[in-house]
């Protein structure tokens, strides 16, 4: 049974910062691509940050710069470090894994596996 806990989120003020953590129960986490993602209401879900098991990583423009996507592999952990909050940042944030093994960052698949998500809430 995968599990994928996001936990972190929060209110914050423009130019705040705040660190997700994604807590995987899944096997072989260290081999695996990992990634966040966020969805505002009334928009797609859209990638932020992926990492491969390398700790290869790749940002979306509108990140980049800004946060910063790391792993535990020892504690099977996941993390969205968010510095420069805006409120084009405000979002649910989601986790999610790469079904298949030792993929390189260019080449991340996510959908098999998604967290609950956290929400995160930016203010002018």
């Known amino acids: 049974q995968v599990q994928l806990l996001e936990s972190g989120g929060g209110s914050v003020q423009t130019g705040g910062s705040l660190r997700l953590s994604c807590a995987a129960s899944?096997?072989?986490?260290?081999?695996?691509?990992m990634g966040w993602f966020r969805q505002a209401p009334g928009k797609e879900r859209e990638q932020v940050a992926r990492?491969?098991?390398?700790?290869?990583?790749e940002y979306a423009d509108s990140v980049k710069g800004r946060f910063t996507i790391s792993r535990d592999n020892a504690n099977n952990t996941l993390y969205l470090e968010m510095y420069s909050l805006n409120p084009e940042d405000t979002a649910m944030y989601y986790c999610?894994?790469?079904?298949?093994?030792?993929?390189?960052?260019?080449?991340?698949?996510?959908?098999?596996?998604w967290g609950q998500g956290t929400q995160v809430t930016v203010s002018s």
């Open positions: 999610a894994a790469d079904r298949v093994l030792y993929n390189s960052f260019r080449w991340c698949s996510f959908g098999a596996y």
């Open positions: 899944i096997g072989s986490f260290s081999s695996r691509c």
């Open positions: 990492i491969d098991g390398t700790s290869r990583t």
